[in-house]
Structures are given as C-alpha cells and as structure tokens.
C-alpha cells in the first residue's frame, strides 16, 4: 500500500489506480490513496498474453467513469470483461479456489486419491487440468497465502478452511512446479 501512497502523491490528478489482486479487497488498497473514485481492480489470469479474461473489479467508492474506463481499456487490450463488486476472490477465485480445497477435502478422507481425482475433473468436467494440477500450477504457497488471509478476515465462513495437507506440503519446501514437487513431482 506505500506503493500506491508514493504514486498518488506524484502521479496526475487524473490518473486511474489498479490493482490486480484477487487476495485483498480493493477498497482496502485503495485506502492507500486520495482519490478513491480513482481506484479499482484489474484483475488478469496466467498466462495473461493467452488468457482471455480479465475480472473489472468497482469498490463502493470507484466513480462510474473510472469503471467505463477499466472496461474499456480491457477491450481495447483484446480482454473479455465482466464485471464484479468487490468481494473476495472476485468471480473466478470465489469459486475456484473453495473448489480446490474442495478436492483436497476429498483426498485427506481418502475417498479418492489426487490423480484419480484430477482425472475425473478433467475427463468428466471438462476442465483443462485438475485441482491438484492447477495448485501445483499456481504454487501451493500461494494458493495457502489466499486461503489464510480469506480466513482471517472472514474467520465464520466456513468456505475459508485451511488444509493440514496443503501446510505441511508448504513448510516442506513442497510448493508445485516452481519448487519441482507438490502434490506431483516434477524433477526428470
């Protein structure tokens, strides 16, 4: 947030603030700067040059004009928008990310076993990867990182439940692609 409080200090009266955050609330950032009107969420997904989608995130404070102006600077960089209030994990992780603890449910009762489980995503949802393909993908570090803080800051939703798996996995240096073994193992 000091990044966006140096910015604001030094940037044009007229300048548009985004965040591409999907972990903290927009309107927290935005605390950060003068011009709240002026702020919003931008949120891309990886790998952003092939994936279409970008989330347009508007605070309660974020003017409609700053809005039409995150929209359409989407379109014009070849996005497809939708829109979103700004509430944790705006669309896509709201959804996702419950979703793959979820899964990881599934494997610490033993009713079904990780790679049979992305299997079945994959086979019988369509789904381009499994869950525990896409937080190995996105790094079990991270995907702990949102879970927790969702959790601290809704500690009554039960949707925002930490893993005993995913912790331990994470303290073992164990955090997917990036560390060359997660819930797969990646080294040749």
Request: net charge neutral.
């Amino acid at each position: 947030m000091i990044f966006f409080s140096k910015l604001d200090k030094i940037s044009p009266k007229n300048t548009i603030f985004a965040s591409n955050t999907s972990s903290l609330p927009i309107s927290e950032i935005a605390q950060a700067v003068s011009r709240k009107d002026k702020f919003g969420g931008l949120h891309f997904f990886n790998p952003v040059p092939m994936m279409k989608l970008l989330e347009v995130i508007k605070t309660h404070e974020t003017s409609d004009a700053t809005f039409r102006t995150l929209l359409e600077y989407g379109l014009s960089i070849g996005k497809t928008t939708v829109e979103c209030k700004d509430t944790p994990g705006f669309i896509v992780n709201r959804l996702l990310v419950p979703y793959m603890f979820e899964a990881v449910k599934m494997f610490e009762r033993g009713d079904a076993s990780f790679q049979d489980i992305d299997t079945a995503m994959k086979l019988g949802a369509g789904y381009p990867m499994g869950p525990f393909e896409l937080m190995d993908y996105v790094g079990l570090d991270t995907t702990k990182f949102i879970v927790d803080g969702w959790k601290k800051r809704y500690p009554d939703d039960p949707t925002f439940q930490s893993s005993v798996i995913i912790d331990q996995l994470v303290a073992e240096g164990r955090l997917g692609r990036k560390s060359g073994e997660g819930f797969y193992n990646y080294k040749k």
